[in-house]
Structure formats: C-alpha cells, structure tokens
C-alpha cells in the first residue's frame, strides 16, 4: 500500500504541474489549449538537445526549455490568439486555432527532432528502498518534490504579486479588471507565457524520466483536460487537486485491477461521466462559471 | 529500402529478362492506421505497382488482404498473423522472423543456459503486443515453463511504469517478457522494472534500437534480450557493410533493424530475375516461389535467398533470414546466438 500511496504521489505532482499551465490560460482566455500536450513535448526535445547533444548540464536544460516555452507561449498569444479572440465572438474559433497549433507543433517537432524515443541521463542515480515496502528511485523523488515546489511557487507568485494580482482579476472579470487599469493585452500575454512555461518546465523535468517522443503530445493534453474536468476548469485549486485525484486512481487501479486486465483508464473515464452528471462545474468549479 | 534502391540504380539498374530497369520506390505512410493502409494499397493499384513491402502492424496487413488479391498485389507485411501468409491466401510473404518462431528459440536457450523456469508477460493493449504475448505464453507453457503473470497491460502513451511492473514484479518471474514492446516503451519498461528491486532477465521478441536503450534505460538495459537485425559482424558480407554505410550517409543514424527490412527488395528483385514474367503477373510470383533459390548478397559463404514458412504456415510465404538473438550491452548489442527458421 505504501508503494502504491507513493507513486499516487509522484504522478500527482507531475499531473497537476500539466494541468495548472492548461488551466491558467483557460481562467485568463478562455481558450481551451489543446496544444499543451504538443508544448510539453517540444519542451522535452528543447531539453534533451540542451542536455544530450550541447553537452550541458540537466539545470541549463529546463531553464532553457522553460525560457523556450514562455517566449513560445507569448509569442502564440500575441500573434494568433489575441487577433482571433478580437475578431470572432464564437468559443469555437480559438479551439480552432489551438488545435491547428497542435498539428503545427506535432509537425514542428517532427520536422526538428525526428520521431525517435529520446531521453536524458538520471539527473541522480540510486533508488531509496525501505525493506522493499516502499521503493522510489531518488531521482523521482527530487523531481516530485520539484515539481511540487514549483506549484507552491506559482501559488505565491498569483497570490502576492502584482502581476499575479492583475492575473486573478482578469480571471475573474474582464471587463472590470480592465476599467480598474489593468492592461488585459499585457497580462494576457504574460498569463499564456506562463502556462506555457509551465507545461516546458514539467516536458524539461519529466524528459530524464520519461524520456519523449512525437506520440506523447495528444495523450498528455487528454489527460490534462481530465483533471481540470475533476477539479474545475479555471480554477488553480481545482487542477492541483484534479491532478492528484488522477495520480491516485491511476496508482491503485492498476494495482489492484491488474489481474482484470487494462481497466483503469476505462473505469476513470466511466467514474469521470458518472461525476461530470452530477457536478459538471467540477470539485471547485462554479456552476456560474 | 531506398537505400539499397539508390545503390542498384546508381549501378546501372537491374536487368530483369531483356531489359534493364531503374527501381522506383512509392513510398505511403499508413500511420499504422488500417483505413490508411487500404488507402494506400488502393493507391499501389493504380499506379500499377504490384509489389508493396508493409503494413507494419497486424491490423494494417490484416486490411489490406481483400485489396491485394483483387489488384494482383504481392505484400511483404511485417506483421504476423498466420492467417495471412497460410492457405486460402496467397498474396502475403512475411518479411522477417514472427515472433512466435523467435519466442520459443529464445525461451528454450534461457531455459537451458540460464536456468529460466518462471516467466511473466507484459503488453501494450494494442492487437499487436497482445497476440504477440498471447503466442509467447502458449511457447512458453509448451516448452514447460510456468507462466506466472500474463494479464497486466498497458496503455501505450504511459509515462510511468512503476505501477504497472508492481503487481508483475511481485510474481518473481526468472525471466520477464515485455510483448511486442515498442522502442519507445522499452527503455522505460527496463528502468523502471530494475529501480523496484528486479534482478531477473527482461526479453522482448521484437526489434530493438540501441540509441534509444541508452539514452533511457542507461546501463540498467545491459543483459536486455532482444530480437537483431538480419545480420551480424560475422554474418555480414561486403554489400551488408556496404549498405550500412550507405544507408548512414543517406539517413544519418543506423538502426540495426534496417538490415531485416532490405532483405524484401533484394527476394523482389531476384525472384523477378528468375521469372521476368512476374513482372506484371503476380501469379507467375507465385509460382516460382517454391522452387526459387538465389546467391544471398548479405551474408558471407554460400548462404542462399529461398522462401521459407512451410511449418509455420504448410507454404512458402516467407523470406528467410537468420535469426538473431542480441543482449545490450554498454551501448551495442552483442549477438546471443543465430538460428534458422524453416
């Protein structure tokens, strides 16, 4: 049980660091990213040509991958996001867009990186075993406590700083924010810069895990939207908890339904409609949005 | 394949009866995606080509059947349902060793050189990767060996393995099967099962990249078994050597299973040489099959290009090559042992 409680938690941590990029662009914009799989992904390729083929250590690679991603991010909002949302009034067009950005950057990629499994060396060797009850490689250790360090600073950045301040009015309300005197281009940006960032800091950390390849895009953004759905599309709290939720289920049901076959995912999907009947804002969520 | 192409036109082409040709490549990327494959074959058809080498997976060779007999298309697939290469079909020839001829040789060397009594499987839940342990564990029981995991699956984009080896590793397998395992699932598969405690064997049926081993798995993939390529360094000819240097110039990277995948074009084009007819008639293909026997360019002595299967399928619908069992080691597979598949 210990084990199983443990790697809940390992893939909680890197599952809410996915979810809370997708989520901070959807509270500020509006705009469902169906691109962040393909982000994260580009963000492990940037990682691992830093890494592997400059020669340069791990620290250098995620800086770079998340520095990549920001000015990737900010640069699609400006540029693609921001004419689209000023010219059409209808939700679907910036779906659109995101998803013809998601075939762009699954091309991009290809294009770039190839269609090879890569990866990185550990960032640390050694495993920790407590008496074979609780095995965990240290390098997953660091890399779930990263990441977990990472959310609590997101969580402080939006709570105490100015721009993190300007962030949670746009959230909350548009218009008012702007006749308060934020500047909603300026902010809107940065917020998307920082999702982006996000999904290139969790791509750059998970690379000396996972490794990446070309496939990985569409089944991350998958199940990103699954946790905000649990927690609560927009809400920061909700994608932490939707992410952890989703860590757990994954953990224990393919322990304990091992024998049955690959049930857990069917089971979590079935689980998540029988939820989304009942509570569609999700666990934090607002019925009024 | 377009590399050995490349090469052949740039000697002057081939000479098939009177006449001597250029060899084209119609390249089709099906995406492993059935609908895609018929496509393509469609495509094949009216372009009038009537030799395709693919589909790769089971579920592409399995769609394109109905295409290929009314089109008059011979197929090489690499994938490997019997029912595709036995009587009534006729159009299919399996480009490579099937994984239920590569299992059992494998099993059975582990079995009596290691000491492997106890073994678990573990697949992707895709077709290919369960019929794949579906004919492993049947090996593996007929050879009396005791299957003691064979129903955890996985989905193919998991990012963590621990959870899924947990419940398989807990079984205390000598030797663990990882089924028509991807090269891209492999490395991860490997580490993660060597970081939970397991010091047992891991050996898969499929073809493997030593790269991609490397940079994920690390020295956690040494002692690794895997199906190679057609070909060794005390197997290799010149040409073999030849086209390894050719294909890197050309692509950049060598994969070591690219030596399996010229072996099509070279049985197309001297099966061609020995009935010129077959040309545009691929019942004339199949007519000299049985008998056709050529100089085997790849490999060193007097080893021979001949169709093999007729034990696994009761006739010739597959090419032969040598079977070679590889364990990682630092970077490089080295050979483990070569067999011969009738």
Redesign the interface.
């Known amino acids: 049980m210990e084990q199983i409680l443990a790697n809940g938690l390992y893939l909680g941590a890197q599952y809410a660091l996915i979810a809370l990029g997708l989520t901070l662009i959807f509270s500020l914009m509006n705009v469902l990213n169906f691109a962040h799989g393909q982000m994260y992904v580009f963000s492990g390729f940037v990682c691992y040509t830093v890494v592997v083929q400059l020669g340069l250590p791990f620290i250098v690679g995620l800086v770079v991958a998340a520095v990549v991603l920001a000015v990737m991010g900010g640069l699609i909002e400006k540029f693609l996001f921001r004419p689209v949302i000023r010219r059409s009034k209808r939700d679907e067009s910036t779906m659109l867009l995101a998803a013809g950005i998601a075939f762009f950057l699954d091309a991009l990629i290809l294009l770039l990186f190839g269609e090879k499994q890569r990866g990185i060396p550990k960032v640390v060797n050694g495993v920790f075993n407590w008496d074979f009850r609780l095995i965990m490689p240290y390098d997953r250790i660091l890399i779930c406590v990263l990441a977990i360090a990472i959310i609590v600073s997101f969580i402080l950045f939006m709570q105490y700083s100015k721009a993190g301040r300007a962030m949670r009015a746009l959230a909350q309300d548009r218009m008012a924010a702007q006749l308060m005197g934020v500047d909603v281009d300026r902010y809107s940006m940065i917020g998307f810069a920082m999702g982006a960032m996000l999904a290139g800091l969790v791509g750059a950390l998970l690379v000396s895990i996972t490794g990446v390849n070309l496939g990985m895009g569409g089944p991350t953004s998958i199940k990103a939207f699954l946790m905000i759905m649990i927690g609560g599309a927009g809400v920061i709290s909700g994608a932490i908890i939707g992410g952890f939720i989703l860590g757990m289920m994954e953990s224990v049901g393919l322990s304990v339904l091992s024998s049955y076959g690959d049930v857990t995912y069917l089971l979590i999907f079935a689980s998540l409609m029988i939820f989304l009947a009942i509570r569609p804002q999700g666990l934090m969520g607002k019925p009024w949005g | 394949m377009e590399a050995r192409a490349a090469w052949l036109n740039e000697l002057g082409g081939v000479q098939i009866g009177d006449t001597t040709y250029d060899i084209q490549i119609v390249a089709f990327d099906d995406q492993k995606d059935p609908k895609r494959a018929i496509a393509g074959m469609e495509r094949m058809a009216q372009e009038g080509v009537h030799y395709v080498v693919g589909p790769n997976v089971d579920d592409g060779a399995a769609a394109v059947r109905p295409v290929a007999e009314q089109q008059g298309i011979m197929y090489f697939p690499y994938s490997f349902p019997k029912e595709l290469f036995s009587p009534p079909a006729s159009n299919a020839i399996l480009g490579m060793v099937a994984n239920y001829q590569s299992g059992p040789a494998i099993y059975a060397y582990l079995k009596e050189n290691k000491g492997v009594q106890k073994v678990a499987f573990v697949a992707a839940?895709e077709s290919d990767p369960l019929s794949q342990r579906d004919s492993g564990v049947e090996a593996a029981k007929a050879l009396g060996l005791e299957v003691v995991s064979d129903?955890?699956?996985?989905?193919?984009?998991t990012?963590?393995f621990?959870?899924?080896l947990?419940?398989?590793l807990q079984s205390r397998p000598d030797l663990l099967v990882l089924s028509g395992v991807s090269?891209?699932n492999a490395?991860?598969l490997i580490r993660s099962a060597r970081?939970?405690?397991y010091e047992g064997l891991i050996s898969t049926e499929t073809g493997q990249?030593a790269?991609?081993l490397a940079?994920?798995?690390?020295e956690l993939a040494n002692g690794f078994i895997s199906v190679g390529g057609a070909s060794t360094p005390e197997l290799a000819s010149d040409t073999m050597r030849e086209f390894v240097d050719r294909y890197t110039k050309m692509f950049g990277e060598y994969n070591d299973e690219s030596n399996t995948k010229v072996y099509a074009l070279e049985y197309i084009i001297e099966t061609l040489k020995a009935n010129p007819a077959a040309l545009t008639d691929v019942e004339e293909y199949k007519k000299t099959i049985d008998t056709f026997e050529a100089p085997n360019p790849f490999m060193v002595g007097d080893a021979k290009l001949r169709y093999v299967g007729r034990s696994s399928f009761g006739q010739k619908r597959q090419v032969s090559v040598p079977l070679v069992v590889t364990e990682y080691k630092d970077g490089a597979f080295e050979t483990l042992f070569v067999a011969e598949v009738d």
Do not use: F, H, I, R
């Open positions: 839940n129903k955890v699956t996985y989905q193919v984009d990012t963590d621990s959870p899924v947990l419940p398989v090269p891209a490395p991860q970081e939970l405690g990249d790269s991609v940079e994920g798995a690390g």
